[in-house]
C-alpha cells in the first residue's frame, strides 16, 4: 500500500491524518481551517 492522506472537511474545520502503510498512522491528527492561509501551510508541508 502507498502512503494514504485522510481528510475530514464535514464541519467548519478540517482533521486530517496520514497512514504510511495499512493500520500504521504517521504522527498524530491534524486540523486547519477552511482559510486560504491554512490550506497553504498544508500545501507547503
Not at 485522510?6 to 502503510?21: A, H, P, R
Request: net charge positive.
Amino acid at each position: 500500500m502507498r502512503p494514504v492522506i485522510g481528510i475530514d472537511v464535514s464541519k467548519g474545520e478540517s482533521e486530517g491524518f496520514i497512514l504510511l502503510e495499512r493500520n500504521k498512522p504517521y504522527g498524530k491528527s491534524f486540523r486547519f481551517q477552511h482559510t486560504h492561509e491554512e490550506m497553504n501551510i498544508l500545501l507547503l508541508k
